[in-house]
């Protein structure tokens, strides 16, 4: 069953920089997702900032597979509420995490690579892209159609960010 819902998801469309992110303490998991002007002036590059399954170093880490399953739902949950289109490429740059203190890089670039990612390592960054249909053919072929139906059965509201940084409600809500 998904855990994406409006309790966990928060919604950021400033006017340069847009993203999403999905916390969930109880699964110990925190996904940053960005989009828009900010990460690609053509707003065609989908950039997972942050793909964490142990956001908190005192809790145990998620169960394995369960943080990529979260991003599956969490991307697509992102199409259906057209913050990106499903034609977008998908971005990500590997052990880019905060507060992560053991980590193998060289594993965790084998499992972007079995998920299906190519290296664009053109300057030794670590960054892996992949289309967006192949990131979601890896999703039901790892996870199943269900993985897919990640809708929030209420509306989110969107925020923005006004001219003192501060984030303020939109009163538009988001279409399901």
């Not at 950021?12 to 990460?39: A, C, H, K, R, W």
């Not at 793909?51 to 005192?58: A, G, H, R, T, V």
């Not at 369960?66 to 259906?80: A, D, Q, S, V, Y």
């Not at 594993?107 to 670590?126: A, P, R, T, V």
Request: proline share 3%.
């Amino acid at each position: 069953m998904s855990r994406i819902d409006k309790t966990n998801i928060q919604i950021d469309t400033s006017p340069n920089f847009e993203s999403m992110i999905f916390e969930d303490e109880e699964e110990n998991i925190y996904i940053e997702i960005s989009f828009g002007l900010g990460v690609d002036p053509k707003k065609k590059i989908t950039y997972i900032e942050i793909l964490d399954s142990q956001y908190d170093n005192d809790k145990p880490r998620a169960e394995k597979g369960l943080t990529r399953k979260r991003l599956c739902e969490l991307m697509h949950f992102g199409i259906k509420q057209k913050l990106y289109p499903a034609t977008n490429k998908v971005k990500l740059e590997a052990g880019r995490l905060a507060g992560v203190k053991n980590f193998d890089q060289g594993k965790l670039e084998n499992m972007y690579k079995k998920m299906g990612f190519k290296s664009s390592d053109k300057d030794g960054s670590n960054i892996f892209l992949m289309s967006m249909t192949d990131f979601f053919k890896w999703c039901k072929t790892t996870y199943g159609d269900d993985v897919l139906e990640a809708i929030a059965k209420k509306p989110l509201k969107k925020t923005k960010k006004n001219k003192k940084n501060k984030i303020v409600e939109k009163k538009k809500l988001l279409k399901l």
